[in-house]
C-alpha cells in the first residue's frame, strides 16, 4: 500500500509567493525525506527530519513533522522560477528485521512557478 | 553529477534482447538500491543492497536480475522484458538511515 500520499497534486503560484506541500503516511517511522525532481532526471534529496523533530530549516525551505497525525508539510518561501519541479517525500519505516534503511515514496506534487 | 552514475541515459530494447543497466557510486556509501518510476505512479523499491548483501527483492519479476559484485557497483540486467516494463530505472545510494540518498540521473528504458 501506498505510504506517503501528497497533497495537492499539482500546485502553480507566482515568483514570490511562498509554496506549502502535505504528506501524510501510515506507519511509524524513522525519518521523513523531502525529495525534489526535475522533469526526467534523478531525485534530489532536499532535507530529513527524524521522528523526535517537530520542524526543520533549510535555506528557503522549512519542513514539520507531526507524527500524532502521521503528517508532514514542506514550505518554500520566496519561490523562484527555478523551484519548478516535482517535490516528493518519503518515509522510513521503522522495522525491527532490519537496520537497513527503504524509502517508501509518495506520487509527488508538481509545482509550478510562474515567472 | 550527484556521484551516482548510471549508464546508459537511455535504452530501446526489444522484448527479447537482453541488457544490463549499470550503477556506480565512489561516495563510500554501504547501501545501494534500484527504483522503478512509471509515469503517474510512485516510486517502486525493487531491490535492496546492504554491504553488498541483497537485503530485500520487493516481490520484482525474474525478468529482472540484479548484481552487486561490490559496494560500489550495481548492476540490473534485464531479459525477455515487456512493453510495460518500459519506464525510469533509477539507482541511489545511502550511508546509512541518518542521511538522504543520492540518485542517479537514471535510464529511460524503452521496450518494444
Known amino acids: 500500500s501506498q505510504q506517503g500520499e501528497e497533497d495537492p497534486q499539482a500546485l502553480s503560484i507566482q515568483e514570490g509567493e511562498n509554496a506549502t506541500m502535505n504528506c501524510s503516511y501510515k506507519?511509524?517511522?524513522?525519518?521523513l525525506q523531502w525529495y525534489r525532481q526535475n522533469s526526467g532526471r534523478g531525485l534530489v534529496h532536499l532535507i530529513l527530519?527524524?521522528?523526535?523533530?517537530r520542524e526543520k530549516h533549510s535555506g528557503r525551505l522549512r519542513v514539520t513533522l507531526d507524527t500524532s497525525k502521521k503528517s508532514s508539510s514542506l514550505l518554500i518561501t520566496a519561490s523562484r522560477a527555478a523551484d519548478t519541479a516535482s517535490y516528493f517525500c518519503a518515509t522510513d519505516s521503522k522495522n525491527e528485521e532490519t537496520s537497513g534503511s527503504r524509502l517508501t515514496f509518495g506520487e509527488g506534487t508538481q509545482l509550478t512557478v510562474n515567472p | 553529477e550527484t556521484g551516482v552514475t548510471q549508464t546508459p541515459r537511455h535504452l530501446v530494447m526489444g522484448m527479447t534482447n537482453k541488457k544490463s543497466l549499470k550503477c556506480e557510486q565512489h561516495?563510500?556509501?554501504?547501501?545501494m538500491y534500484w527504483y522503478k518510476q512509471s509515469a503517474k505512479k510512485p516510486l517502486e523499491l525493487m531491490f535492496v543492497y546492504n554491504f553488498k548483501e541483497q537485503t530485500e527483492n520487493n516481490s520484482v519479476p525474474s525478468r529482472f536480475s540484479p548484481e552487486c559484485p561490490n559496494s560500489s557497483h550495481l548492476f540490473l540486467h534485464l531479459h525477455t522484458l515487456q512493453p510495460e516494463d518500459s519506464a525510469l530505472y533509477l539507482c541511489?545510494?545511502?550511508?546509512?538511515?541518518?542521511?538522504?540518498?543520492?540518485f542517479g540521473s537514471g535510464t529511460r528504458l524503452t521496450v518494444v
Open positions: 506507519t511509524s517511522i524513522n525519518n
Open positions: 541511489a545510494s545511502s550511508r546509512d538511515r541518518n542521511y538522504g540518498y543520492t
Open positions: 561516495l563510500g556509501h554501504n547501501a
Open positions: 527530519i527524524r521522528s523526535n523533530e
